[in-house]
């Protein structure tokens, strides 16, 4: 079956412009999840969605960052005035949403978007 | 707080050689799931094995084997006769009552032929 999708799989953008990136999960996850990896480092969270409920937006580094399910499948993650820390790898992930005792079941992760802000 | 420590930041073996990956974790959860991931050079993250945090008992599955240890806090990762394709950054991740799965800073592993 399909897996995780995420578009572009490239990005440069001016420092000062908005970019938007896109998820596709896996079909029937409800769970949706964006991470920031930056170079040589491991995945750091950003936000989680359940369906088309944000339940989760702590790891957003600032209000420039904003995501978005609106239909409760594919989501988008908006950066707006692109700084140069904002370059990294933004990975999007999904699950199903109950796995034992409650915790987030298995994440199954896309092939990021890597972004490059001149 | 929730913390996952990979202490290797390289490994460099050859090709069939043993070798064991080292993944520290520190969770207050009493339930929690411990993950390994594999990012080869293409840069996706391919899941591997999760575990609970009631099940101790260590895996395998063909060349690969996992050790948790929850006396040590700790859950480590072997590769048996380890070939090229090994060749990755391997992630270590725990994720316990809330949403944001925590992950160390990974272990890159070259297997030279």
């Known amino acids: 079956g399909a897996g995780v999708s995420q578009s572009p799989r490239y990005k440069v953008a001016k420092r000062g412009q908005d970019v938007a990136l896109r998820c596709d999960p896996i079909?029937?996850?409800?769970?949706l999840f964006w991470y920031q990896q930056a170079l040589g480092q491991g995945p750091e969270f950003l936000t989680y969605?359940?369906?088309?409920?944000?339940?989760?937006k702590s790891g957003l580094p600032s209000d420039r960052f904003f995501a978005e399910r609106p239909e409760g499948s594919v989501s988008t993650l908006k950066i707006q005035r692109t700084q140069q820390e904002d370059s990294a790898v933004y990975l999007c992930?999904?699950?199903?949403?109950?796995?034992?005792?409650?915790?987030?079941?298995?994440?199954?992760f896309g092939p990021g978007t890597r972004l490059t802000v001149l | 707080a929730q913390k996952v420590t990979q202490a290797q930041t390289e490994i460099s073996v050859v090709e069939k050689e043993d070798v064991t990956l080292d993944c520290v974790y520190e969770?207050?959860?009493?339930?929690?799931?411990l993950f390994w991931y594999k990012q080869p050079p293409s840069g996706e993250l391919v899941f591997l094995i999760r575990?609970?945090?009631?099940?101790?008992q260590n895996e395998i599955s063909g060349r690969y084997s996992w050790n948790f240890q929850k006396s040590t806090s700790s859950f480590n990762f072997t590769i048996t006769a380890s070939q090229v394709v090994d060749s990755a950054v391997y992630f270590c991740?725990?994720?316990?009552?809330?949403?944001?799965?925590?992950f160390g800073a990974g272990t890159r592993l070259t297997v030279k032929p």
């Open positions: 992930a999904s699950s199903d949403p109950q796995g034992l005792a409650g915790l987030t079941d298995t994440q199954y």
């Open positions: 969605f359940q369906n088309e409920a944000q339940l989760d």
């Open positions: 969770t207050r959860d009493t339930t929690y799931y």
């Open positions: 079909s029937g996850h409800v769970s």
């Open positions: 575990r609970n945090s009631f099940d101790e």
């Open positions: 991740a725990l994720i316990g009552r809330g949403n944001d799965m925590r």
